[in-house]
Nanobody, 124 residues
Framework: QVQLVESGGELVQAGDSLMLSCAASGRTFSISVAGWFRRAPGKDREFVAA????????YYADSTKGRFTISRDDARNTVYLQMNSLKPEDSAVYYC?????????????????WGQGTQVTVSS
């Protein structure tokens, strides 16, 4: 099993930056892809960004491309999401997810492990 714990969510103003962290523990050697998803009130959970271990390739949702950056630190077993130029529509609970596949997926069903989420609120 893999345990994921997100942190870093808070209330910020539009235009601000924020970095989320996702610390992994347990059988971390089984992780080959990690991603961030978010769920706003009344909406479905949506893909934000993902990174693949083998070559550090990344993929972003159109709504976050150019503003968000996903990265990882092997030594700390941590995945980060740097969010810049935040907008009110970025407000959501952000979830970290991890899986053992070799392909980056944008669907939540491809990820086996999930964190509890961290709240990001962007005021206008």
């Amino acid at each position: 099993q893999v345990q994921l714990v997100e942190s870093g969510g808070e209330l910020v103003q539009a235009g601000d930056s924020l970095m989320l962290s996702c610390a992994a523990s347990g059988r971390t050697f089984s992780i080959s892809v990690a991603g961030w998803f978010r769920r706003a009130p009344g909406k479905d959970r949506e893909f934000v960004a993902a990174i693949r271990w083998s070559d550090d390739s990344t993929y972003y949702a159109d709504s976050t491309k150019g503003r968000f950056t996903i990265s990882r630190d092997d030594a700390r077993n941590t995945v980060y999401l740097q969010m810049n130029s935040l907008k009110p529509e970025d407000s959501a609970v952000y979830y970290c997810a991890a899986g053992s596949g070799s392909i980056i997926h944008t669907t939540q069903y491809a990820y086996e492990y999930w964190g509890q989420g961290t709240q990001v609120t962007v005021s206008s």
